[in-house]
């Protein structure tokens, strides 16, 4: 008995502590409440997948470092449940570790299971084999969708319940997303899509999680839901309930790219912008998307076309280095939102419209009042005269007044550091020459010369219904007899594909014929080359390459992915041709590559698969590479320079760094020849840049894939290439510049590498931007070289305020600084 009275005082004791540390986490039509506290809260996204798990604790930290609250991130349900009923949650897909890393930090979570994504990933985080399940119908009233989906996200609820992970279990997870931009592309479902959505909205409160539910880009989402905004600028945004909350789950800070796509860009003055305008108009929670991108390792690419580097343009960039002056332009911004939480959540609301697109919103409480003036038009600046005072509000600009007198912050005037990336050469050795080359073919002779398959049917099919994604590469195989006097063994004749696969590389009996590729946009295209086909019975062998399943669009799991149908052979004979149509034929298809299945990628793969030291090829398409090579020197993120090479796959140590295709050039076309211009509305095609150059030259090596002493690299060549000037190198700070107003306070800093010079440094009327500034008639008494070199010189960082006491006396009307150190 005495045991019993223990066992069950442990179970009330244990009850009253977990509820004791929960998190009370509610909301009204105003804010989130969070313990009875009305908030203003800012969040950013980072995928786990996308880094690796050693990279963590530094993108949180450095995300707190620069005013986050929160982290929100996706949960990747194809890379989860690869295969039915098998699950994957180690490495960079522990999730549970990814969170508490999180919690480690003293920061908030957004999880949003989906478990449809988007997010530019492969299939939009649906598993091929839900696709092949039959009877299936995705994202409406269907059985078997909404029993995998269920399962699923019962599964990660379930985890993260076990784990304590929710606030009311005490844990970091404030708020859970189910579906995701359905809205977007709910027309085409009718009246199956409403009521998925429906069950979507009961089923996750079946969960029993105990925070906020919320439906992203969803108008008519289903009380209790919270629907929220994603885009370039939510400040118009109104949630369909009056009891929820202005949410902003994605303001997108940049965009993605990909192959053949320039460089994106968005300007730190119009980011801040769209954040500034959206809680001077009642948001209460904004998340940027992306705070930190990442890499797409593996084939976890979406698009299709989505490149390997997903860096966005985020304020940590792809391998967690601030991206300035975005992330330091933002942190000030956040530092004064924060500042007004109580006036922002409480205060009485007053908006005036002054014309000309200018405005002011006071919020007043009895305590403060905290102030907003913007101007949103395009190329006006304005003087704006309030209370009294007249305050210079420059175009497409907000100024912020905690305390309606001084303006703290203007999104227009970038006063953060703008921090110069360069690549460095590694320093353990001397590349390119050090590294020695061995090659292999990739045998092909079974599929190209033999027509050897594992699967056989009289149709031809869907790609992703045969690879079930388990490779990028599916051969398709048919044989064709023709007697000696057919037109097509006769004359001049032609083989034609239609293909949807992205690539197509075709043999015909053996021989190499000739390759073609999609371009961004549009998937579906027609090959057509001159064959020269023998009487008798004669092999078409067809490998076609994914480059990522689509990922967004109503209905795209529908779209057919590989060789369609028809497959012709075309006779020309004078103005008439004679087409056979090959669709209906016995065809042989064969997933994936041979070197893939001999794990030639590994670096203890069998010593039977010989590698050749002798005459190393170049531009011979289907070519392993391999060599050793010693890590960078030093701490600084890695990357592999693959220029030279056509388009393939990469690995290190075993560790897949994803698809390379350095030799797709970005198109010269897409790029602005005006200078780019923060003010006016943003598009992903606004202010691109690179053009000409390949879409992606560099490919990160996450420090946590290396190994002291010798490590190995392993390139399949798909298209040909020249692997002589591969070379890795470091990313790290070259410059670093301030440029920035008497009154300012400001820092420079290399992290965590010393400042060896000042290059630059005048206070007055300097002109120029970083790596050209200039000084003019207006410069100050003292040398702002000397001053510099001996307040910075050999630190890592210095801080500083800008003044004539510290500067001297400069005879200018408006006084600033600018300054170019050299790390």
């Known amino acids: 008995m005495e045991f019993f009275k223990s066992f069950f005082a442990a179970i009330i004791i244990s009850f009253f502590l977990f509820h004791a540390n929960a998190t009370n986490v509610t909301h009204d039509g105003r ?50 449940e690869p295969i039915r009923r098998q699950y994957d949650f180690s490495a960079n897909l522990d999730l549970i570790r990814f969170i508490k890393t999180i919690q480690d930090e003293g920061l908030y979570a957004v999880l949003r299971i989906g478990p449809y994504v988007c997010a530019e990933w492969n299939y939009g985080g649906f598993p091929v084999w839900l696709h092949n399940l039959p009877g299936v119908s995705f994202r409406t009233k269907n059985d078997v969708f909404m029993n995998e ?19 009311s279990q005490g844990g970091p997870i404030i708020l859970a997303q189910i579906e995701n931009e359905f809205g977007n592309v709910m027309g085409p479902y009718g009246a199956g899509g409403k009521e998925y959505i429906q069950w979507c909205s009961n089923m996750a409160e079946s969960l029993g999680v105990g925070v906020p539910w919320i439906m992203c880009q969803q108008q008519d989402a289903p009380k209790p839901m919270i629907n929220t905004c994603n885009g370039f600028y939510c400040d118009e945004f109104k949630p369909n309930n009056p009891s929820s909350p202005k949410m902003w789950t994605e303001n997108w800070t940049g965009w993605f790219k990909s192959w053949g796509g320039a460089d994106p860009y968005r300007t730190a003055e119009d980011l801040a912008y769209s954040v500034a305008r959206f809680y ?98 395009n190329q006006t600046d304005a003087v704006v005269k309030f209370g009294g005072i007249d305050y210079y509000v420059p175009a497409w600009s907000v100024s912020i007044l905690p305390d309606c007198k001084d303006e703290a912050y203007n999104t227009a005037k970038v006063y953060a550091q703008t921090s110069v990336l360069v690549k460095k050469p590694n320093k353990a050795e001397d590349e390119p020459n050090s590294l020695e080359w061995v090659w292999r073919p990739e045998n092909i002779e079974k599929m190209a010369v033999q027509g050897k398959g594992d699967h056989h049917a009289n149709r031809i099919i869907d790609q992703k219904a045969m690879a079930n994604d388990a490779s990028d590469y599916l051969w398709y195989m048919t044989r064709v007899e023709l007697p000696e006097d057919d037109p097509i063994v006769a004359g001049k004749a032609t083989l034609r594909v239609t293909d949807s696969g992205h690539v197509l590389h075709a043999y015909v009996n053996g021989e190499y014929i000739g390759s073609q590729w999609a371009q ?43 060789v369609l149908s028809p497959v012709e052979l075309v006779a020309h004979k ?185 290059n630059f440094a005048s206070f007055g009327d300097p002109q120029g931007v970083c790596g050209s500034f200039k000084k003019t008639e207006c410069e100050s008494t003292e040398d702002a070289v000397s001053i510099l070199e001996k307040e910075c010189v050999g630190k890592e960082s210095c ?25």
């Open 280 to 377: 001077q108009k009642g948001g209460t929670f904004q998340n940027y998307y992306m705070y930190h991108g990442g890499t797409n390792f593996g084939r976890t690419s979406g698009g299709p076309y989505i490149t390997t580097t997903y860096d966005y343009n985020a304020p940590l960039d792809e391998y967690g280095n601030p991206n300035q002056p975005k992330w330091g332009h933002l942190k000030q911004l956040h530092e004064v939102l924060h500042s007004m939480e109580y006036t922002l959540t409480h205060g009485d609301v007053t908006n005036t419209d002054l014309g000309n697109s200018v405005s002011t919103t006071v919020y007043s409480t009895k305590e403060k009042s905290s102030c907003f003036l913007s101007n949103a038009h």
């Open 149 to 167: 989906m269920q399962n699923f996200t019962t599964l990660i609820v379930d985890m993260i319940k076990n784990e304590n992970l929710f606030a």
């Open 31 to 80: 804010s989130l409440i969070i313990d009875g506290v009305h908030r203003v809260l800012i969040s950013g996204s980072i995928h786990y997948p996308r880094s690796t798990a050693q990279m963590w604790p530094d993108l949180i930290r450095k995300a707190k470092e620069g005013g986050l609250d929160t982290i929100e991130t996706y949960v990747f349900w194809n890379a989860h």
């Open 520 to 562: 961004y946009g549009s998937q579906k295209y027609v090959f057509e080359k001159e064959v020269k086909l023998n009487p008798g019975k004669n092999l078409i062998s067809l490998l076609s390459a994914t480059v990522g399943l689509q990922n967004y669009g109503p209905m795209f799991d529908l779209n057919v992915t590989g």
């Open 574 to 758: 004078g103005n008439g041709k004679v087409v056979k149509d090959l669709s209906s034929h016995k065809w042989s298809y064969k997933v994936g590559l041979d070197g893939v299945a001999n794990k030639l990628y590994e670096t203890d793969c069998p010593s039977k698969l010989k590698w050749s030291a002798d005459s190393l090829p170049v531009d011979r398409n289907m070519t392993w590479y391999k060599t050793t090579f010693k890590a960078p020197l030093g701490n600084a993120p890695v990357v592999v320079d693959l220029l030279g090479l056509g388009k393939g796959h990469a690995w290190v140590n075993g560790h897949s760094l994803g698809r390379y295709w350095p030799s797709y050039i970005a198109d010269e076309h897409t790029c602005q020849t005006a200078a780019c211009d923060y003010r006016g509305a943003y598009s992903d095609k606004k202010c691109a840049s690179k053009c000409g150059e390949p879409t992606q030259r560099w490919y990160h090596v996450p420090r946590s894939f290396l190994k002291d002493g010798e490590n190995t690299l392993v390139l399949f060549e798909e298209f040909g290439g020249n692997p002589s000037g591969v070379q890795f190198q470091t990313v790290e700070i070259g410059t670093a510049c301030v440029n920035a107003h008497e009154g300012k306070k400001v820092e420079l800093s290399c992290h965590n590498r010393p400042i060896s010079r000042i």
């Open 799 to 823: 801080s500083f305020e800008i003044s004539e006491d510290k500067f001297g006396k400069a005879y200018c009307a408006i006084k600033r600084l600018a300054v170019e150190a050299v790390c």
